[in-house]
């Protein structure tokens, strides 16, 4: 059965940085597509980035220069380092895997596209 357990959410202020994990159980980081969502309240879910079996990242056009995603596979962790965080990041933040699928398609923001999710971790910009 797959687990995946995000960790690291906090109340941070403007300009902040926080690393967010996802520790994966049933499942290895790096095999497959995985992503990176947040969904703020009233809000639809929102893709944030992914990074794929061939090591490849892509971040979402708000993310772009202060967003690293990145995995440890020793841990079998993945990881989304933010800086210069904004009061409009606030939201839960999701991680998202495929079931065997290496590349992530080029509608990878599309939540329907992952098989598994975790349960989120709360990350909160006070201005």
């Known amino acids: 059965q797959v687990q995946l357990v995000e960790s690291g959410g906090d109340s941070v202020q403007a300009g902040g940085s926080l690393r967010l994990s996802c520790e994966a159980s049933?499942?290895?980081?790096?095999?497959?597509?995985m992503a990176w969502f947040r969904q703020a309240p009233g809000k639809e879910r929102e893709g944030v980035g992914y990074?794929?079996?061939?090591?490849?990242?892509v971040y979402s056009k708000a993310f772009q220069g202060r967003t690293t995603i990145s995995k440890d596979s020793a841990k079998n962790i993945l990881y989304l380092e933010m800086s210069s965080l904004k009061p409009e990041d606030t939201a839960v933040y999701y991680c998202?895997?495929?079931?065997?699928?290496?590349?992530?398609?080029?509608?990878?923001?599309?939540?329907?596209?992952?098989?598994?999710w975790g349960q989120g971790t709360q990350v909160t910009v006070d201005s």
């Open positions: 998202a895997a495929r079931h065997n699928r290496r590349a992530c398609d080029y509608n990878w923001w599309v939540p329907a596209q992952y098989a598994h």
């Open positions: 049933g499942y290895e980081v790096g095999v497959s597509c």
């Open positions: 990074l794929d079996y061939y090591g490849d990242t």
